[in-house]
């Protein structure tokens, strides 16, 4: 099977480890400390705006509470989203309310955002679907001045940058993710961005059982180490140094990983544009740098799924990301969001990753083709 989305890990991260292990401390430490530097850095951002997290679902929670979003609030966030998202702010007592996407690109518009507020809106939740970002100016001018904290969800978008501005760092918080189907995988693992040193010192206090590390405490107890003091009753969320070691040396490849997937992205474009039976993803903008997490195609609701079905018959899975969850029973959302549910029933997430070689493409190009005569 010729798997959707696929990690690249080798002898470099496997080398990093065994050091990690030859340190004798495997917990957080010096590494992860690295990491976090080496990641701040990659985004263009002060390390003191970057702390680390066991995954970015946590992080989309740690957001919730950085944020003092609550009870009686409301969170609008694209239907298209993370289940982990709406999760986040279900956690705090505090509603999410969905807005539609554009049918084409997936994500969602200043003006879609804007439909769905209320005076109860406490923040903006917003994805770079597929590693393309989103409108920015647009969408920060729509907040400026309206006291609405913006939260990216930048999972999909560890490389891409508007105007040569990395995603993530638009907002009051950016979230990244490293789990095992991301462009970097650490296995599990993730980034939070704050606006304000405050804040990311703060994330720190809440993803480690709110001990005031920075306190200046420590030295004052020296002659009893074992006493501390808490500024909130906090979880524990944090990356240790197996996870960062493997992070940095990802790092070190994102570059010619994200080459080798545009690569793959311009290929399956030049091979599809020209088939009336389907459409391929939007052009990317001058401005804009994509991280080609994604690449989708969109034909009618009948066809997409067989085709999927034809294609996983034929070894090759394919997806589609993200089922909308204003369907999702759970959220209790009554709203029809037209865009995204056409979406939902046309898109189809063809297999992208960096290893995949050009014998594979060509096998899911062909199949693609091939199906044609049926497509109506
Ligand atoms: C994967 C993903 C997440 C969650 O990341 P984890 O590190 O697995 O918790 C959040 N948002 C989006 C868009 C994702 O794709």
């Known amino acids: 099977m010729i798997n959707v989305f696929q990690p690249d890990l080798g002898a470099e991260e496997l080398e990093a480890v065994k050091r990690v292990f030859a340190s004798n401390w495997v917990g957080k430490g010096q590494v992860t400390a690295q990491f976090e530097a080496a990641f701040a850095k990659y985004i263009g951002v002060d390390g003191s705006l970057v702390r680390s997290v066991n995954c970015c679902t946590e992080g989309l929670f740690q957001a919730m509470s950085l944020m003092e979003i609550g009870p009686g609030d409301e969170v609008v966030l694209p239907t298209i989203s993370f289940v982990g998202a709406a999760n986040a702010v279900l956690s705090c007592g505090a509603k999410p309310v969905f807005c539609d996407v554009d049918a084409r690109t997936l994500n969602p518009t200043a003006a879609l955002l804007e439909e769905r507020f209320t005076s109860r809106t406490k923040a903006v939740l917003i994805l770079h679907y597929g590693g393309v970002p989103c409108e920015m100016d647009e969408i920060s001018s729509l907040l400026e001045g309206r006291g609405i904290a913006l939260i990216e969800d930048s999972a999909c978008s560890v490389a891409s940058r508007y105007k040569g501005r990395a995603c993530g760092t638009f907002g009051d918080i950016g979230v990244w993710s490293f ?63 197996i996870l960062s070691a493997i992070g940095m040396e990802q790092l070190k490849k994102l570059t010619s990983f994200i080459a080798r997937r545009r690569e793959i992205h311009e290929r399956y474009t030049e091979r599809l544009s020209e088939e009336g039976w389907l459409r391929v993803p939007p052009a990317i903008s001058k401005e804009c740098e994509s991280s080609y997490y994604f690449y989708w195609i969109q034909t009618k609701p009948n066809v997409r ?47 992208l990753h960096h290893s995949l070689t050009d014998v594979e493409i060509d096998t899911i190009l062909r199949a693609v083709l091939d199906y044609r005569p049926h497509a109506g």
């Open 305 to 351: 799924d067989a085709l999927a079905r034809y294609l996983k018959d034929m070894g090759i899975y394919t997806t589609f990301r993200y089922y909308p969850l204003h369907w999702v029973k759970f959220y209790g959302s009554e709203v029809s969001l037209p865009n995204a549910e056409l979406a939902a029933q046309s898109t189809l997430c063809l297999p």
């Open 179 to 241: 789990d095992a189907m991301k462009i970097l995988v650490c296995g599990d693992g993730g980034m939070i961005y704050c606006r304000s040193s405050d804040l990311a010192r703060r994330a720190e206090e809440l993803t480690y059982l709110g001990l005031m590390t920075k306190s200046g405490l420590a030295s004052a107890t020296d002659s009893k180490w074992w006493q501390f003091e808490i500024s909130c009753g906090g979880r524990r969320a944090i990356m240790n140094d």
